[in-house]
């Protein structure tokens, strides 16, 4: 059992910044993915950044360049550094542990229970 909780979600104009912390506690699989996933309303949720257990990260590209994804083991947090937001980027952002790589609208692994982050034009 794994359990996550995010925080830092809020209201930021666009060009402005914002940094999600998602704390987690559990059997954390080094085999899967800390990601950061969003879903804007009346969407499908989409994948932001992962990050797998060697370090390795990735991006979508709608975040590549602005969005950046850091875990620190020691303190069992994720953390997401948003820059350049966008009004395209609102959206309810979920922190997980899951098979890395695979659709985030599966259903599968842990999940948060969501920060929303809205941002205005």
């Known amino acids: 059992e794994v359990q996550l909780m995010e925080s830092g979600g809020g209201s930021v104009q666009a060009g402005g910044s914002l940094k999600l912390s998602c704390t987690y506690s559990?059997?954390?699989?080094?085999?899967?993915?800390m990601a950061w996933i969003r879903q804007a309303p009346g969407k499908r949720r989409e994948g932001v950044a992962a990050?797998?257990?060697?370090?390795?990260?990735s991006y979508d590209d709608s975040v590549k360049g602005r969005f950046t994804i850091s875990k620190d083991s020691a303190k069992n947090t994720l953390s997401l550094q948003m820059n350049s937001l966008k009004p395209e980027d609102t959206a309810v952002y979920y922190c997980?542990?899951?098979?890395?790589?695979?659709?985030?609208?599966?259903?599968?692994?842990?999940w948060g229970q969501g920060t929303q982050v809205t941002v205005s034009s």
């Open positions: 990050i797998d257990g060697d370090g390795n990260t």
């Open positions: 559990g059997d954390i699989w080094k085999s899967y993915c």
């Open positions: 997980a542990h899951r098979r890395c790589y695979s659709d985030p609208n599966d259903g599968s692994g842990y």
